[in-house]
């Protein structure tokens, strides 16, 4: 069965830093592209970043643009999420993807395979 499963989350203040990783077991998503979205009390799952299929372009969500930033290892088959500057705002149910199509989408319908979350919550 394939899995992706998210680590990485936890409490930290303001101001902040946290490293989210996403490991996919049972296959590899070497060839596609690789996503973050999250998910905030009361709110609808929103777009947060995504990389393409080898790491050499990213897309990012303006909220979080400058702080966030995706990368992944194909060696190791894992896609990280490194948040800097953390705000209350970023406070959030973050879920890794994959998506099975091409270049760096971001709507929720381009991406097959979700994690079960991992929550990140900012303190102010």
């Known amino acids: 069965q394939v899995q992706l499963v998210e680590s990485g989350g936890g409490l930290v203040q303001a101001g902040g830093s946290l490293r989210l990783s996403c490991a996919p077991s049972g296959r590899t998503f070497s060839r596609y592209p690789m996503g973050w979205f999250r998910q905030a009390p009361g709110k609808e799952r929103e777009f947060v970043a995504v990389?393409?299929?080898?790491?050499?372009?990213?897309y990012y969500a303006d909220s979080v643009k400058g702080r966030f930033t995706i990368s992944r290892d194909n060696a190791k088959n894992s896609v990280n999420l490194q948040m800097n500057s953390l705000k209350p705002e970023d406070t959030a149910v973050y879920y890794c993807?994959?998506?099975?199509?091409?270049?760096?989408?971001?709507?929720?319908?381009?991406?097959?395979?979700w994690g079960q979350g991992t929550q990140v919550t900012v303190s102010s």
């Open positions: 993807a994959a998506s099975v199509g091409g270049g760096l989408p971001t709507s929720q319908n381009d991406f097959g395979l």
């Open positions: 990389v393409t299929w080898n790491g050499a372009s990213a």
